[in-house]
């Protein structure tokens, strides 16, 4: 089964989040509609926290957390001597 062409090319989703990002906006979600290259943001209201859509987005959260705790730095590799 081939691939359906898109009517949006991945550049386009990356320039809508760049441009919202750099206008100072906070990013919650990118909805893209492939039928109609429909490129959609909502944004996250100042201050507020970030709500889990669902189940395991608050499962990779604590996982995110929890990584970022333990981040420990990589095992120094050892000298030759000669």
Do not use: C, Y
Not at 42 to 58: I, L, M, Q
């Amino acid at each position: 089964m081939r691939n359906k062409i898109h009517k949006f090319k991945d550049t386009d989703v990356k320039r809508v989040i760049k441009s919202a990002l750099k206008a100072g906006a906070d990013v919650a979600a990118v909805r893209v509609n492939p039928n109609t290259g429909e490129i959609a943001v909502d944004f996250r209201a100042k201050g507020a926290e970030a709500v889990a859509s669902n189940s395991w987005d608050e499962v990779l959260a604590s996982e995110q957390q929890e990584q970022q705790r333990d981040v420990r730095p990589p095992p120094q590799k050892r000298r030759r001597r000669r």
